[in-house]
Structure formats: C-alpha cells, structure tokens
C-alpha cells in the first residue's frame, strides 16, 4: 500500500507562488499515476490535476495555465507548482494515488496524504 506526505503549504500573497510536494513510500511509485485534490471550508473536495505513470496530464479549468503537476520518479515525489494565485485557491491540498498501477488521467482516488494548508491572502 502507498503511503503520502505532502509539504510545502504556507501563507502567500496573492498573485504569488507555491510549489507543492507528495513523497510516496515504496518501489513501486513509477507505476502509479498520480494526482493532487483540495478542500476549501465548507466545499466538497475537488480534483486538481493529476500525472499519469507515463508522463499525461490532466488540470481542472479553474487551475489550467496557473498550475504545473511534475514528478520525479527518482525521489519517489510528485509536484504542483501554483503560479498567480488568490484567495479562491485557498483550501487543504492532498495529495492521492488510484488504486490500481498502469491508470489514465484525471485519477479515481484511493489512497490519501494528510493534507498541507495553502492559504493565500488579499
């Protein structure tokens, strides 16, 4: 089973930057797809963008052109990188795997991290 510990969540400003990362357990990393998710108070959680094993991506419209997923299979960690962003991105960011290797774009979750507070300010 995979284990996932995202970091690099903080205060910013708007219009700033973040980069986000997922480091996962195990060997057998390189073959799972990968993807990231968040929660703002009081919404459901909702998809982000995801990487496929072999390199695919997928973004939500909301975040399309602003954020960058990348791994690095190597160090067993997956990034997000979160260009001009604003108050509405404001939420818990976790990190998921799907459940199975060899999977498409965007990713049916089953495996969590705990999550890593963005909160940007106005």
């Known amino acids: 089973q995979v284990q996932l510990g995202e970091s690099g969540g903080g205060l910013v400003q708007a219009g700033g930057s973040l980069t986000l990362s997922c480091a996962a357990s195990g060997r057998s990393f390189r073959y799972y797809s990968m993807g990231w998710f968040r929660q703002a108070p009081g919404k459901e959680r909702e998809d982000v963008a995801a990487?496929?094993?072999?390199?695919?991506?997928h973004y939500a419209e909301s975040v399309k052109g602003r954020f960058t997923i990348s791994r690095d299979n190597a160090k067993n960690t997956v990034y997000l990188r979160m260009n001009s962003l604003s108050p509405d991105d404001t939420a818990v960011y976790y990190c998921?795997?799907?459940?199975?290797?060899?999977?498409?774009?965007?990713?049916?979750?089953?495996?969590w991290g705990q999550g890593t507070q963005v909160t940007v300010s106005s």
């Open positions: 990487i496929s094993w072999n390199g695919g991506t």
């Open positions: 998921a795997a799907p459940r199975n290797y060899y999977t498409g774009v965007p990713i049916i979750p089953a495996f």
